[in-house]
């Protein structure tokens, strides 16, 4: 048979090529509350998901629940940790960052950020600060050796308490519970602790030191008669050496327990039997008040070699607010069980 003929071609579209292609309609726009601003322990603000950033930088959105409340007020920023000066450059200022990082993670919340702002509270001025020299340096021996007329001059060996169980709580959900935690009131030393609080001893007992002040808390008072057990000093209490009020780890068992516990302290300059001081949160100007008072003692006081051993964040605001330090080192965070020693040259 003949082959069929092929197929005709289809018919020729009966639109106009000139035609307009109607677009879709664009989307509603999204309806959401606005982002809540947030401070530098945005990481911990309860108006964050949970599944913010473990390390306090909080990457989450604000949850739709938060249209109702209030904005937070903005904080001051970092440069208010570091006393007025010109900002070192360098290594130096990574390791001023490094411990803004090590404040915001330390405690809860609320008391890390007060640290943060005390430096503005000062009644002080600069030049009645205590200068601060690393002990062994050559700034440090001069001034020893021929003080100013009228300055006064004593070494001085800064010490952290050794570990504590309120330690063990890394991240910052978990410092939030340990706030409240009574399980941790008074918090003692771990093992660790202890062992870190030994390392010192050879170089305690060589010191010089021939009085140690130590905040009364039961995990400084195990680390200054550990520390400095083969010390020849005596041992005093003194509360404006307590850490930053607010926590369940820093409110303190009754006098008259820690006697018990530790009879070779002198207990006579702690005001009351029970702890009226740990709550509310202390506010900046307190801290501060306390460290010019403790200046004022230090400086006072007959001894001209003193141990002394507190909390991190009172050395912090110390070391970064109450004396005029150049050291970044001696400036930067102190680690658990940490000791240095300084020269305190205090003006007229």
């Known amino acids: 048979p003949p082959p069929r003929p092929p197929p005709p071609p289809p018919p020729p579209?009966?639109?106009?090529?000139?035609?307009?292609?109607?677009?879709?309609?664009?989307?509603p726009p999204l309806s959401h509350a606005p982002l809540q601003p947030a401070g530098r322990c945005r990481g911990l603000d309860p108006r964050l998901p949970a599944d913010a950033d473990a390390k306090g930088k909080g990457k989450g959105r604000a949850s739709s629940s938060s249209s109702s409340l209030p904005p937070l007020p903005p904080l001051p920023p970092l440069?208010?940790?570091?006393?007025?000066?010109?900002?070192?450059?360098?290594?130096?200022?990574?390791?001023?960052?490094?411990?803004?990082?090590?404040?915001?993670?330390?405690?809860?919340?609320?008391?890390?950020?007060?640290?943060?702002?005390?430096?503005?509270?000062?009644?002080?001025?600069?030049?009645?600060?205590?200068?601060?020299?690393?002990?062994?340096?050559?700034?440090?021996?001069?001034?020893?050796?021929?003080?100013?007329?009228?300055?006064?001059?004593?070494?001085?060996?800064?010490?952290?308490?050794?570990?504590?169980?309120?330690?063990?709580?890394?991240?910052?959900?978990?410092?939030?519970?340990?706030?409240?935690?009574?399980?941790?009131?008074?918090?003692?030393?771990t093992e660790k602790g202890k062992a870190e609080a030994a390392k010192v001893q050879d170089y305690a007992a060589n010191s010089g030191a021939e009085v140690v002040l130590v905040s009364p808390m039961r995990r400084t008072l195990q680390t200054a008669t550990i520390g400095f057990e083969k010390a020849n000093a005596r041992f005093i209490a003194v509360e404006d050496l307590r850490?930053?009020?607010?926590?369940?780890?820093?409110?303190?068992?009754?006098?008259?327990?820690?006697?018990?516990?530790?009879?070779?302290?002198?207990?006579?300059?702690?005001?009351?039997?029970?702890?009226?001081?740990?709550?509310?949160?202390?506010?900046?100007?307190?801290l501060n008040q306390r460290q010019l008072r403790f200046v004022e003692t230090l400086k006072t006081r007959p001894e001209k070699n003193v141990g002394v051993v507190t909390h991190s964040l009172w050395l912090l605001n110390f070391f970064q607010n109450a004396v005029r330090c150049d050291d970044d080192d001696i400036k930067r965070f102190f680690n658990t069980g940490e000791l240095k020693s300084v020269v305190l040259l205090f003006p007229r």
């Open 243 to 286: 850490e930053v009020y607010g926590c369940s780890s820093s409110q303190r068992r009754p006098t008259s327990v820690a006697r018990e516990d530790f009879p070779g302290v002198d207990f006579t300059q702690v005001e009351t039997e029970e702890d009226t001081r740990w709550r509310p949160i202390e506010s900046p100007e307190s």
């Open 13 to 27: 579209p009966t639109t106009s090529s000139t035609a307009a292609i109607t677009p879709p309609p664009p989307p």
């Open 79 to 189: 440069s208010s940790l570091s006393p007025p000066s010109s900002a070192p450059a360098g290594g130096a200022e990574r390791s001023r960052t490094a411990s803004r990082r090590r404040l915001a993670l330390s405690g809860c919340a609320s008391l890390a950020c007060l640290v943060g702002t005390a430096g503005g509270a000062w009644s002080s001025t600069e030049e009645t600060k205590p200068l601060v020299y690393r002990l062994g340096t050559a700034e440090a021996d001069r001034a020893l050796a021929s003080p100013p007329d009228g300055a006064r001059v004593k070494i001085v060996h800064f010490m952290r308490h050794g570990q504590g169980f309120h330690n063990l709580r890394r991240t910052p959900l978990d410092k939030i519970v340990q706030c409240n935690n009574k399980d941790l009131l008074d918090a003692a030393l």
